[in-house]
């Protein structure tokens, strides 16, 4: 099927950018793109993930399991603005006058080369697997240990306890020109979460933080910025995140 996206007023309109398989299979479903924490089809969260074909279903890239905005530290407190002027750098392919703010960040990694920040788990012990404090998160500092954004435990709880307590991992194919996306029969039903498992796994580096924010036209009176806040998982690494599992062939 043609790479779509499901408008405000309930029609299908032509979605030319790379990402479009997630879009596609909602347009099918009949689900208008989002920003609320709440399963999207008959309560369940429905995620697409690229293979390589139908026969293996070989994963072909991570898989995106939510995008919130940061609730605190220099992105929320001072902007989108000035924390890209103090952790942005220059777009890599050199387009002119862009700056990104990119990366894998985890637990297990140190300061990122091109921004200066690491992940860190505040108010959580990685032996017990528990919360210690429940005013604690998940923190991106710099080597002086300024919060440059971070996401409370409490608000990063409820947002996946509520969309994941159901979730279908559907396989896609795309192929171009004209982009187009198929979908396999073979999905992966998960069911049972549990926030500290998704701690858990994120404490081990498997769940990692992906941000994908730009400034074009940065030096000019209005820049233009995109934000996107993920974390993601490999594929292999979803099944530790819920308590029952299944692979169901439709």
Excluded at 140 to 161: P, Q, R
Excluded at 212 to 233: D, L
């Amino acid at each position: 099927m043609a790479s779509q996206k499901l408008a405000a007023d309930g029609t299908k309109v032509a979605y030319a950018a790379r990402n479009g398989g997630g879009y596609t299979l909602e347009a099918e479903l009949g689900i208008a793109p989002n920003s609320y924490a709440e399963p999207d089809f008959m309560g369940w969260e429905v995620k697409q993930y690229g293979v390589r074909d139908f026969v293996s279903f070989r994963p072909q890239s991570p898989v995106t399991l939510m995008t919130p905005e940061p609730t605190g530290g220099i992105y929320r407190t001072e902007g989108v603005a000035a924390f890209m002027k103090r952790f942005g750098y220059p777009d890599q392919a050199g387009k002119p006058d862009r700056f990104n703010f990119g990366g894998r960040y985890d637990c297990q990694r140190s300061h990122h080369a091109l921004t200066g920040l690491r992940m860190t788990l505040s108010g959580y012990d990685r032996a017990t697997g528990k919360i210690t404090d429940l005013d604690g998160g998940i923190t991106l500092i710099d080597a002086a240990e300024e919060v440059a954004a971070s996401w409370t435990f409490k608000g990063m709880m409820a947002h996946w306890n509520r969309k994941h307590a159901q979730a279908a991992y559907v396989p896609s194919l795309f192929r171009t020109p004209p982009p187009e996306y198929s979908y396999g029969a073979k999905v992966l039903l998960c069911e049972q979460t549990d926030f500290l498992l998704f701690l858990r796994a994120f404490a081990a580096g498997k769940i990692y933080y992906d941000p994908a924010v730009k400034v074009e036209n940065a030096s000019s009176g209005t820049p233009q910025i995109k934000r996107r806040s993920q974390f993601r998982v490999a594929h292999a690494d979803l099944r530790e995140l819920y308590q029952r599992h299944e692979l169901v062939q439709l």
